[in-house]
């Protein structure tokens, strides 16, 4: 069992940052891949960022690229999402979320289905005002 609690949310105007937090506690050797996830209301889950805990590769989809930062600390099993110049359309709850599996699906590519993480924070909510 891996428990996630993740913080950092909160509201801000447009162009602002916040940096997000989880910290994962129980087995967390298990954790092949961590993920960052967001739903705003009426829309589908969506990946945000992701990290091989391993490798310390990462990645990001489309709508943070360039804006957002996923990185990690071993040490206090932390996950972290710096996020700036926030939009918006930013404005989701985030979820941090745990997969025993790998990040990668068949020919490496990242594979990153909501489906394949096990274990969910309670999320924390980011607002974004214009």
């Known amino acids: 069992q891996v428990q996630l609690v993740e913080s950092g949310g909160g509201s801000v105007q447009a162009g602002g940052s916040l940096r997000l937090s989880c910290v994962a506690s129980?087995?967390?050797?298990?954790?092949?891949?961590m993920g960052w996830f967001r739903q705003a209301p009426g829309k589908e889950r969506e990946v945000v960022a992701a990290?091989?805990?391993?490798?310390?590769?990462?990645y990001y989809a489309d709508a943070g690229k360039g804006r957002f930062t996923l990185s990690q600390d071993n040490a206090k099993n932390t996950v972290y999402l710096q996020m700036n110049s926030l939009k918006p359309e930013d404005t989701a709850m985030y979820y941090c979320?745990?997969?025993?599996?790998?990040?990668?699906?068949?020919?490496?590519?990242?594979?990153?289905?909501?489906?394949?993480?096990?274990?969910w924070g309670q999320g924390t909510q980011v607002t974004v005002s214009s």
């Open positions: 990290i091989a805990t391993r490798a310390g590769s990462t």
């Open positions: 129980g087995y967390t050797d298990s954790s092949n891949c």
């Open positions: 979320a745990a997969a025993s599996q790998i990040c990668y699906g068949p020919g490496g590519t990242w594979y990153l289905l909501a489906g394949k993480f096990t274990y």
